[in-house]
């Protein structure tokens, strides 16, 4: 399977945005998927995270009540609906997947597979 994430761009402080992690070339239901940020001089760290069938999800501490991922299998599709936008969330984000069904999240190192990122600017 490929990703290709979309849906970065600028918006000021209290905006919103929605990332779309879209994937291709193999069925992705029993993927696990996970968003990751990396912003500049930084690593790279996990923002949220699905399991395969949508109902267990992960998300670090400060995308907790501003953040919601959500998936459609029938888009072959995640999602990262960001609300309550800061300037400390600028960073480079990035979908990573793993075919794993069993799997919630885990470390970069633990997926398999993972696309070109997309740039979140927010300007204060």
């Known amino acids: 399977v490929q990703l290709q994430a979309s849906g970065g761009g600028l918006v000021q402080a209290g905006g919103s945005l929605r990332l779309s992690c879209a994937a291709s070339?193999?069925?992705?239901?029993?993927?696990?998927v996970a968003w990751f940020r990396q912003a500049p001089g930084k690593g790279r760290g996990v923002v949220a995270a699905?399991?395969?069938?949508?109902?267990?999800?992960h998300y670090a501490d400060f995308a907790k009540g501003r953040f919601a991922i959500s998936r459609d299998d029938a888009q072959a599709s995640v999602y990262l609906q960001m609300s309550s936008l800061k300037p400390e969330d600028t960073a480079v984000y990035y979908c990573?997947?793993?075919?794993?069904?069993?799997?919630?999240?885990?470390?970069?190192?633990?997926?398999?597979?993972w696309g070109r990122g997309t740039q979140v600017t927010v300007s204060s």
């Open positions: 070339g193999r069925t992705f239901s029993k993927y696990a």
């Open positions: 990573y997947a793993v075919e794993a069904p069993g799997f919630l999240w885990g470390p970069v190192t633990a997926y398999t597979v």
């Open positions: 699905i399991n395969w069938n949508g109902q267990r999800t």
